[in-house]
């Protein structure tokens, strides 16, 4: 029954992250957009009432007209009416520590540790996972002071200090559980910069303009700055986000390495689009971004597995595999599985049977033999033998007869 609830708890909590996430990018994908489409205003009333820029758009069968005042409007009331997007950033923040408890805390020896990258204990291992969430941000926000006034120079240095954490979290955790925590550690950045100076700068803000007292802009400056880096910290999190689904990522020794590389294709892919919303089309950023991700893709790409388990130049028959299934695999993956923590087989992959081994030995392939992503945390603990083994029947033609 306990696993049962949890795994409500999971779906729950990782629907609500879903929705909350689709706001938030939206939310701030829009403002970008907006942000670098604005044109000078085509009257000069509007320019004397503070507007710094305007745009026109239709949608929905009706059109707008959004306006962005620098420092509010000149000669008039702010409005008491003020939208503040704040809460699509906590929310999807609050969720994302929920499922990170949920999976990766609660069940700490499946999902956070793997003894064969380094021993730990759940206290350790969880400490360490919560301390690189709050480390993350104080780094990254002193780094954002010291560097303020110098922007490219700043954006090499994150890049630099997000891909160490890479490599560092790649020998601490599972492979799973790292890539995830590097995502983690960079939307706590994010939802701290909205927390932290984003909503405050803006607070600050509002409250100069209705005291009738020129706002200091220095706080908007500091804002967009942030603001500027969310957008780029978007798709490396959502890549991480869906990365679980595709071991052949995380699943190779060098992982660390592969992470690195989609999260520099994500950040040129996404500049092609800041660029292109100010008039700009460079199309060398997207070619260089697929450029890398074929790079990683052959890189990581599997091999043929050895035949070197044939017994006496015989084939390897089914009566090998099948028991190995049933111990290391079947476990999880059955229509009632026995492994304590599970209540359902994971991804809805079924290995108790003949023909269910049959049919995912592809799968198999992939997970167990290749990146050996599974069993998880080698909790059943499948040996380097036994891989060999399922992967020799597979090049073998994986029969089960």
């Known amino acids: 029954m306990e696993a049962y609830v949890i795994d409500w708890m999971n779906m729950l909590v990782r629907w609500l992250h879903l929705i909350a996430g689709i706001a938030w990018i939206g939310a701030s994908f829009y403002f970008v957009m907006l942000d670098s489409s604005l044109t000078p205003p085509s009257k000069d009333e509007d320019r004397q009432r503070g507007v710094f820029g305007e745009l026109w758009a239709v949608h929905g069968g009706g059109f707008y007209n959004s306006r962005k005042y620098l420092t509010g409007p000149k000669g008039e009331p702010l409005s008491e009416h003020l939208h503040w997007s704040k809460w699509e950033a906590y929310t999807t923040w609050m969720s994302g520590m929920g499922l990170l408890a949920i999976i990766y805390w609660y069940g700490a020896n499946a999902f956070l540790i793997d003894k064969s990258v380094m021993d730990l204990t759940p206290a350790t291992a969880i400490t360490i996972s919560i301390g690189f969430l709050v480390g993350g941000w104080l780094l990254y926000d002193a780094l954002c002071r010291i560097f303020e006034n110098q922007a490219t120079l700043l954006a090499l240095v994150l890049f630099v200090l997000i891909v160490i954490a890479d490599w560092g979290l790649f020998h601490l955790f599972s492979a799973r559980a790292a890539y995830l925590h590097v995502g983690a550690m960079m939307g706590t950045m994010m939802v701290a910069n909205v927390f932290f100076h984003i909503i405050p700068g803006q607070k600050r803000m509002v409250t100069a303009i209705r005291a009738g007292k020129e706002p200091d802009p220095r706080p908007g400056v500091i804002g967009r700055q942030r603001s500027v880096h969310n957008t780029y910290f978007t798709l490396p999190v959502l890549f991480i986000m869906i990365s679980n689904h595709y071991p052949m990522t995380y699943g190779n020794r060098h992982g660390w390495l592969v992470l690195a590389g989609i999260m520099l294709a994500g950040v040129l892919i996404r500049q092609f689009f800041v660029l292109r919303h100010q ?108 891989r060999v083994l399922l992967g020799t029947w597979i090049a073998e033609g994986a029969k089960t007869h």
Request: with cysteine.
């Open 279 to 386: 008039g700009k089309v460079n199309y060398a950023l997207p070619a260089a971004g697929a450029v890398i991700l074929i790079v990683v893709a052959v890189a990581i790409a599997p091999h043929a597995a050895p035949l070197s388990a044939s017994v006496d130049g015989m084939k390897v028959p089914f009566s090998r595999i099948q028991p190995i299934v049933a111990e290391r695999c079947a476990v999880c993956h059955s229509q009632r599985p026995t492994q304590p923590g599970f209540t359902a087989a994971p991804a809805g992959v079924l290995l108790d049977s003949p023909e269910h081994i049959h049919d995912n030995a592809q799968r198999i392939e992939q997970q167990a033999v290749a990146t050996q992503t599974m069993p998880l945390a080698n909790l059943t603990r499948m040996t380097p033998d036994e």
